[in-house]
């Protein structure tokens, strides 16, 4: 697990700054939402991330252990085991957040007090299970639930003070409307509020692993409480701890709960297809196109959405292979610019922005990060708003991106670079990427609309057309050009590929691409061209045609007349000789040879 993707995925902001520090001190559970965001930051950094998410999971054990030993010693340091591995499972989704955990501990550790505190007298009690409850409301939000329900449990079945019991559940109530008739905050049942942190997951195993976390520990004390009663009346109350106070039995059941434990936690880790989308991502995000390929060659095509094939050409134009190794993986769309329920909304944008800078359709790209910042004010959708706002020469709206950004504790180092940059140089004319994209970019991007709203044939025109008007501004632009030549190659497209493939003399190919011989092979063979019978020396629209091409041409004549057309039956044959080429993609309409 790379505690990185976690900050990746989750992706919030968190600025050193008064006024953002207020505004989590003014509603329940704000403190414990500040803590947890502070805890994201450090997950970014790789290893002090590990270390907190330890942490976080040790102080959860010892905090439930020291609540349950509170009503039963002997059994209370079972607890942790069911604890950890509820733990295990969420923490294997890197969608989870720390806010539970952090509510849940300092819900029990108030309940630890609670229980530990000494005062005996019904009045007594009950104030101070309403400074205790006042306390937590505020401080955990909606973990102030699992702190009553430890409290009622702690009273009502261990110390058999049923009156008090039952006045302490009217308190909670009573307290939480009061305060949020004090302070006017916003009102919810005492139920629905829990409720609204764990339906907001959408995977049913989160939300059910989730309630696990909020019951775990009361579900236990009441266990514990039925044994000792179960035990109390069959007069076998000290035979556990005789089994446990035995030096080879308790080594014997620690061996036992360490190894369920790391069983768990080996099949919670694993590395699973979900789990490497996720990788696969997260390092096209970095540019790390090397480990984008490494990850897409363990995915299954079911696995490959519009964005692990938007990431997968990106890491391919990057290295050099587009042209040669495109249907070498599953294809979704190589231009694919539409929405992907499968992503998060934030991620969606980073990767539409992304692509849309690298092209040079920058005013798009920036028209998408404003609409997801109204939405979701995070530091890497602002990072990327004030890098646009450089590129396209306006130093003074930059600035207040920046600003804002440089109290980040992820992005302020970065932020405050720039700022000294545009001190220097308000143009920074020396930044070469940024001089690069302008020299991309095209001025008026709004006749050729690219939302998924539009029908189908509007989509491929527009697309077509903006790469187009790219490469009309620059026919310089490779990654325009290749763009839309992928299109064309994924679409069937044919004639406009021929038409757009004198655009390759203006850049800088050592021959023609592999796929791009093969789409001319191909046309050509649709068009009866007599030059596809040469024995040598093929040559097509004044491109010579290399012998590998046309070996892989007369392959599939072969295999055709073998199996009477290129029906299913050839389909393996296809494949087996083929599979990574156009000629396989064009006949069977998918490819990912590997």
Not at 218 to 244: F, H, M, N, Q, W
Request: proline fraction near 3%; charge should be positive.
């Amino acid at each position: 697990m790379d505690v990185r993707v976690i900050f990746w995925l989750q992706s919030d902001k968190f600025l050193c700054n008064t006024r953002f520090l207020q505004t989590f001190l003014i509603t329940p559970g704000g403190a414990v939402e500040l803590v947890s965001k502070l805890i994201l930051q450090s997950c970014h950094y790789g290893w002090p991330g590990v270390v907190m998410i330890a942490l976080l999971a040790w102080v959860l054990c010892v905090v439930a252990i020291r609540y349950t030993m509170a009503i039963d010693k002997r059994m209370g340091s079972v607890v942790w085991v069911p604890l950890a591995i509820i733990l295990l499972v969420l923490q294997s989704y890197y969608s989870f957040e720390f806010q539970d955990v952090v509510a849940v501990i300092l819900a029990l550790s108030l309940g630890v007090v609670y229980a530990r505190v000494s005062v005996c007298v019904l009045y007594q009690r009950l104030l101070l299970f309403s400074v205790l409850f006042a306390i937590c409301y505020y401080l955990a939000g909606s973990a102030c639930c699992v702190f009553a329900i430890c409290s009622v449990v702690y009273e009502g079945l261990y110390k058999r003070r049923y009156v008090l019991a039952i006045l302490l559940v009217f308190g909670a109530i009573g307290v939480k409307l009061g305060l949020d008739a004090l302070f006017a905050w916003p009102h919810t049942d005492l139920l629905q509020f829990p409720a609204a942190r764990i339906l907001r997951y959408q995977s049913r195993i989160l939300q059910v692993g989730m309630l696990a976390l909020y019951a775990c520990v009361p579900v236990c004390a009441i266990l514990v409480i039925l044994y000792r009663y179960v035990t109390r009346k069959s007069g076998k109350e000290d035979c556990p701890s005789v089994v446990l106070r035995s030096g080879m039995w308790h080594r014997v059941f620690s061996l036992i709960v360490l190894l369920l434990v790391a069983g768990i936690a080996a099949h919670c880790f694993r590395t699973t297809e979900a789990r490497t989308v996720l990788l696969l991502h997260y390092a096209a995000d970095n540019r790390s196109w090397e480990d984008v390929l490494i990850h897409a060659r363990g995915l299954s095509p079911d696995y490959y959405t519009h964005y692990v094939s938007q990431d997968v050409n990106q890491a391919l134009y990057h290295m050099g292979r587009l042209p040669y190794d495109m249907f070498a993986y599953p294809q979704r769309n190589p231009v694919f610019l539409g929405n992907d329920p499968r992503l998060g909304v934030e991620t969606e944008a980073r990767k539409v922005c992304d692509l849309y800078c690298r092209l040079g359709l920058v005013n798009s790209a920036e028209h998408w990060a404003h609409e997801e910042f109204e939405m979701m004010k995070s530091s890497s959708i602002l990072k990327r708003l004030a890098y646009m706002k450089m590129i396209k020469r306006q130093p003074g709206i930059a600035r207040i991106y920046l600003n804002v950004l440089r109290d980040d504790l992820v992005y302020g180092r970065w932020a405050k670079d720039y700022l000294h940059h545009l001190d220097l140089d308000p143009a920074l004319s020396n930044d070469r990427e940024m001089a690069q994209i302008r020299k991309l970019m095209i001025h008026s991007e709004g006749d050729h609309p690219t939302s998924a709203i539009v029908d189908a044939s509007t989509f491929l025109c527009s697309r077509y057309m903006q790469l187009s008007d790219l490469l009309d501004k620059n026919p310089h632009n490779r990654m325009a050009f290749e763009y839309l030549m992928a299109a064309c190659l994924f679409d069937k497209n044919l004639k406009l590929f021929i038409n757009v493939l004198p655009r390759l003399d203006s850049l800088s190919y050592v021959g023609t691409p592999a796929l791009y011989e093969q789409a001319m092979v191909i046309h050509a063979h649709d068009l009866g061209a007599k030059e596809l019978r040469v024995p040598k020396g093929v040559t097509l629209w004044g491109r010579r045609i290399s012998a590998d091409a046309m070996e892989k041409y007369r392959k599939l004549n072969k295999i055709a007349v073998e199996h009477g057309g290129l029906n299913e039956a050839a389909k393996g044959d296809v494949m087996r000789e083929l599979g990574d080429t156009y000629f396989y993609f064009y006949v069977y309409g998918h490819g990912g040879g590997r």
